[in-house]
């Protein structure tokens, strides 16, 4: 069974805090994805990236930054946290293929109060 | 422009009623999957039903199935026989071959009343 994991379930943090989530896949997939999910705005791609120390910018990268130095490991980094980035924060995996679908992690919901 | 869209915010059907969730797509792309994937209350992503751009027939994952209308661009989730437990947020998703990227719409949310 493919297993997507993440450092937290729940994080509160301050104003100005630099914030780390962490996600581990079991499965060797090359692609990893950090999503925030907003009520009525859906899944929005913050990064993705498809190898060790590659990266990709998605929709919503501002105040965001990720770090992948090993294969089944992709950090997000908020360098200092504000709190219109509380949110759900979901990671995801899958391979190179076309018709490979995503496994998510049970995903984080940060407070920055 | 919005790569997926779903028109549908909420949706109500009767318990063992069928039910269809809207899906339209864009792309220029020609090779592209389409997925579908339901998030319960609990919060995880559970993948439903996949749809590749070149399969000629409509995919079909036990009580779900993908109205896949090409010239269209849609793909519709059917979900025959609704049970209490398919209440939850349903969402549609596109992966660019070209890209690698997936493109999610912003959901559906279904509630099966009893």
């Known amino acids: 069974d493919v297993k997507v994991t993440q450092s937290s379930r729940y994080l509160v943090k301050r104003t100005g805090e630099k914030v780390f989530l962490e996600c581990v896949q079991d499965m060797d997939h090359e692609n990893m994805f950090w999503y925030r999910q907003d009520p009525g705005l859906g899944l929005r791609l913050i990064y993705f990236s498809y190898d060790v120390k590659m990266k990709e910018k998605g929709d919503i990268p501002e105040g965001y930054s990720v770090s992948r130095e090993k294969k089944e490991r992709f950090s997000l980094i908020l360098e200092s946290a504000s709190t219109n980035q509380t949110s759900m924060y979901l990671c995801?995996?899958?391979?190179?293929?076309?018709?490979?679908?995503?496994?998510f992690g049970p995903g984080t919901r940060l407070t920055v109060t | 422009a919005q790569k997926i869209t779903q028109t549908q915010p909420g949706m109500f059907v009767q318990e063992k009623e069928a039910v269809t969730l809207d899906c339209t797509y864009d792309?220029?792309?020609?090779?592209?999957?389409l997925f579908w994937y339901k998030q319960p209350s609990s919060g995880e992503m559970i993948f439903l039903i996949y749809?590749?751009?070149?399969?000629?027939q409509n995919a079909t994952e036990g009580r779900y199935s993908l109205n896949f209308q090409k010239a269209r661009k849609s793909a519709n989730l059917v979900i025959s026989a609704s049970q209490l437990g398919d209440s939850a947020m349903y969402f549609c998703a596109m992966r660019e071959v070209p890209t690698n990227q997936f493109y999610f719409g912003t959901g559906t949310s279904l509630t099966v009343i009893p």
């Open positions: 749809q590749g751009s070149y399969d000629e």
């Open positions: 792309t220029s792309d020609q090779s592209y999957g």
């Open positions: 995801a995996s899958t391979r190179l293929l076309a018709d490979y679908e995503q496994y």
